[in-house]
């Protein structure tokens, strides 16, 4: 009778993140581990272009707070109106033209615009950044976070109309992903 | 979330005035979502030229927003006016259907650009509404 054994799995000196055969070396003091690159990784890190940097600033520079984040915040509460269920004390909101001129939707859009002021100051390092306003949306406003990304589209659409044609598919794609990871950072400390 | 006869006149109204511009909006919603989303470039793997403003981004751009036209022609029936759409998209082009999402919302941010008065937040809404039931109907015959 055949007797079958189970062939132990032998680990190979596999890159578990590069895939490739290669020696993992562990640097020493520091104990970073290193890349097959060479490289050392901090797999918090976003990695921005000088681009992309100098985009997010640019428009940041130019952006009119009064007028943008009131505009984002009532489209928000126009275009997706369960998100007014956050807004319980802020009035009229019955309508459009209601939502647009309340005068309480205009001062949060503002200071929610100026929230991201810091994420700009601090494009290298967001997530330690928004860590104590996640924890503050998540435990105390409780706010759903997948209304993060309907405001940040309503945004995108709000500075679009503002920059017009300079607003290119690249820029677009610059304040996208600066806002990806804005929506990220924030709904981090929820559990 | 289905259309009110409101949302279906401001879709009317306001997509007759982007008839005319039907290639130039077109063409910059295309090259919009395969700059910011490039996961959709896997879909035009055989184009010679993805770039914006090439020749089959600006035809591929006005064949896309004729549909949409055609959508506002069925707006009362979207299921039974996209069915041949549908079969397409389903059993030929086999697009995931989280790509209507995108493609709508560079549509979104394009005619924000291109109407900046018209398309108020009254708008917007009755527009997002129609893209979205719009989408489904293009998903009817997925599965």
Redesign the interface.
């Known amino acids: 009778m055949t007797q079958y054994t189970l062939q132990a799995h032998r680990p190979s000196n596999r890159c578990l993140w590069e895939g490739r055969r290669v020696a993992l070396k562990v640097a020493s003091g520091a104990g970073d581990l290193q890349t097959c690159t060479g490289k050392p990784r901090d797999s918090k890190m976003v990695e921005w272009t000088d681009f992309e940097r100098a985009t997010i600033v640019d428009i940041f520079s130019k952006m009119q707070y009064e007028v943008v984040g009131p505009a984002a915040l ?2 928000c509460l ?2 997706y109106p369960w998100t007014q269920r956050y807004f319980g004390n802020f009035g009229n909101l019955y309508n ?1 033209a209601a ?2 001129g309340n005068p309480m939707v205009a001062k949060h859009g503002t200071t929610i615009l100026h929230g991201l002021d810091r994420a700009v100051k601090n494009m290298d390092d967001i997530k330690a950044t928004y860590a104590e306003l996640s924890v503050l949306h998540s435990e105390k406003l409780h706010v759903d976070p997948d209304n993060f990304k309907l405001l940040s ?1 309503c945004l ?3 500075v ?2 503002q ?3 300079d ?1 290119t ?2 820029v ?2 610059a304040f ?1 992903k600066f806002l990806a990871v804005v929506v990220s950072a924030l709904g981090r400390q929820y559990h | 979330m289905s259309l009110s006869a409101k949302d279906k006149d401001t879709v009317k109204v306001f997509w007759a005035k982007v008839a005319d511009k039907v290639e130039e909006v077109g063409s910059d919603a295309l090259s919009r979502m395969l700059a910011v989303y490039p996961q959709t470039k896997t879909y035009f793997s055989h184009w010679k030229d993805l770039s914006p403003g090439s020749a089959p981004v600006n035809k591929h751009g006005k064949t896309v927003m004729l549909g949409v036209g055609q959508a506002v022609a069925c707006i009362d029936d979207l299921n039974a006016g996209l069915l041949t759409l549908s079969e397409l998209h389903a059993f030929t082009l086999r697009v995931d259907p989280a790509n209507f999402k995108i493609l709508s919302h560079c549509l979104l941010v394009v005619l924000s650009i291109k109407f900046p008065n018209d398309f108020t937040p009254e708008v917007h809404v009755s527009l997002d509404k129609f893209l979205a039931a719009l989408s489904r109907a293009l998903s009817e015959k997925y599965r």
């Open positions: 009532a489209r126009v275009v459009a939502i647009s589209d995108t659409i709000v679009a109309a920059l017009g044609k607003f598919g690249e677009q794609a996208q």
